[in-house]
């Protein structure tokens, strides 16, 4: 029971940002950890699954201001096949936002799952900048602040974590510009491509 269970509910796990997080959280942690991906078909099994941990952590983007669809469709699915052992629920979600309390509507909808479900909730740390700063030199502050996620959910200290890049937002703007440029050129589309509303015909 003193296992730690990480769920990634981003609907690109096994090629996302949220499936590095898990791994920098597992290579932190002194505690056993399993790690699972929400499929499709997985909700039964990964609901059953739960009760034999005592702490339970969702790892997953921002989504239009809220949880992915993925997510939200697992925690119906959670809220219907309970668990027997109701495990503390922990939070670490991303943004690819600067600021990182633009996580904040997410975590209060996470936080109003568990009180109508009868789960504790345990530590959650928000990131901003989460799309870009494992790729840029502060990547330090993700990596600096998953290990007190670790460390607070090893020792059941829990608390809330904040953590974004040094940059103001005039800066964030233009690398965003620089980075989404080079992007598109290295597929061939230009930023006015990029820019328009139009959707790609079938």
Not at 67 to 72: E, H, I, Q, Y
Not at 135 to 161: D, M, V
């Amino acid at each position: 029971m003193g296992r730690i269970m990480i769920i990634n509910g981003s609907p690109r796990a096994p090629k996302s940002n949220s499936k590095r997080y898990a791994e920098i959280f597992a290579e932190n942690c002194n505690k056993e950890v399993v790690y699972r991906n929400i499929t499709r078909n997985s909700h039964i099994g990964l609901c059953d699954e739960i009760k034999h941990f005592n702490d339970l952590l969702f790892v997953f983007p921002l989504y239009a201001d809220a949880l992915p669809v993925a997510m939200l469709n697992f925690l119906k699915s959670l809220e219907t096949n309970p668990p027997e052992h109701k495990p503390t629920i922990s939070i670490l979600i991303n943004c690819g936002f600067l600021e990182h309390e633009q996580n904040e509507v997410a975590v209060s909808m996470m936080r109003l799952f568990c009180k109508r479900n009868g789960y504790a909730v345990g530590s959650v740390l928000m990131l901003g900048s989460g799309e870009a700063i494992l790729k840029t030199p502060f990547r330090y502050i993700a990596n600096r602040s998953i290990k007190k996620l670790a460390r607070s959910i090893e020792s059941g200290k829990y608390k809330t974590i904040k953590a974004t890049m040094p940059l103001t937002k005039k800066l964030f703007v233009m690398a965003a510009d620089i980075y989404w440029k080079r992007f598109g050129k290295k597929f061939g589309t230009s930023k006015n491509e990029m820019q328009t509303m139009k959707i790609e015909g079938c």
